[in-house]
């Protein structure tokens, strides 16, 4: 089979697979992340392998699988807390932001440590990527969640959006954590749609190179055009699915995508072209590795996450 049978493939089995999950939210979205998140961080240290540094792989994966969780922070609180409580014990719980900060200092400091006393070349180097591999990929990745759980009816602002005589039925609850879904399939859908564009914008109207030395395919004629396609799209699922965003909101989503999204996909170009490859890894069918097809992810999520917490529901 060619490439682009294979690639097509591919996504026609992933997808619908990668929409009922981001739909059911809850666990099953958590589980999808840690996976995902699981497999590009890995890619990123054997990226950085290849340039001689030795990353301390396990301790960087295994706190990159607890910022996640961080992000599941409300579900993760009422079990500890309850657990504890039923055995007649009370204890504080840290705040999402706390939760985050204490396992990045004690990561840093246990990295620091434990880099001591491997006795191996390049201790900055190695440090230094294992580090980033932990704030680049699951700290980043890890905002999804983020976003899937901040639509929780409990700690959602329910009268800015429903008339203070409806009650929290479940429909309205039901109706809310949907919202979370749509959220993120409208990230993903979005950044799909701008980077179709900007390649066929790119192949019909390209003559200017956007940054040749990291990726000499890429032309300001098809960035404008996958700019330009992100917002439309977004203003347009405003009006579909996401009934909680005004037409402002949605374009500053779009906006945020059409432009970091194709600067996270330069980024990571740049780290492959650095390690001499080709792709992250042979992972997925036609598609490269995890770290490629989530590369514009991994820089919009975090934006959107924070637009959406501190502006749109502050």
Not at 110 to 117: A, D, G, S
Not at 184 to 189: C, H
Not at 200 to 222: A, I, Q, Y
Request: proline share 4%; hydrophobic share 55%; net charge neutral.
């Amino acid at each position: 089979m060619s490439n682009l049978t294979v690639r097509i493939l591919t996504a026609v089995l992933a997808i619908p697979i990668i929409i009922l999950l981001v739909i059911f939210g809850d666990i099953f979205f958590l589980l999808f992340v840690l996976i995902i998140s699981f497999l590009a961080q890995n890619e990123f240290y054997k990226l950085a392998a290849v340039k001689g540094s030795k990353p301390i792989a396990g301790l960087g994966l295994f706190t990159g699988s607890l910022i996640i969780l961080s992000f599941f922070h409300k579900k993760v609180q009422f079990f500890v807390v309850e657990f504890f409580e039923k055995n007649n014990v009370f204890i504080p719980f840290p705040s999402q932001t706390q939760l985050i900060l204490i396992i990045s200092v004690l990561a840093v400091i246990t990295i620091l440590l434990v880099e001591m006393f491997r006795n191996r070349d390049n201790a900055i180097q190695n440090i230094s990527t294992t580090v980033l591999g932990i704030f680049y990929v699951p700290l980043f990745l890890g905002t999804l969640v983020g976003i899937r759980e901040l639509f929780i009816p409990f700690d959602f602002p329910v009268y800015r959006f429903f008339p203070v005589e409806v009650n929290l039925s479940d429909s309205v609850k039901d109706q809310i954590y949907l919202w979370g879904g749509y959220t993120v399939l409208t990230i993903f859908a979005t950044i799909w749609i701008c980077d179709t564009a900007a390649y066929f914008g790119g192949k019909m109207f390209g003559k200017h190179k956007l940054f040749e030395r990291v990726s000499p395919n890429k032309t300001w004629e098809g960035a404008i055009s996958g700019f330009i396609f992100a917002i439309a799209f977004v203003v347009a699922a405003k009006y579909l699915v996401l009934d909680y965003l005004s037409v402002e909101n949605a374009v500053v989503i779009g906006i945020i995508v059409g432009v970091f999204g194709q600067l996270g996909d330069l980024a990571e170009s740049k780290l492959k072209r650095d390690a001499g490859v080709k792709d992250s890894s042979t992972l997925i069918p036609g598609h490269g590795g995890v770290l490629d097809r989530f590369d514009s992810v991994l820089f919009v999520a975090p934006l959107v996450f924070l637009f959406l917490d501190f502006v749109v529901f502050s």
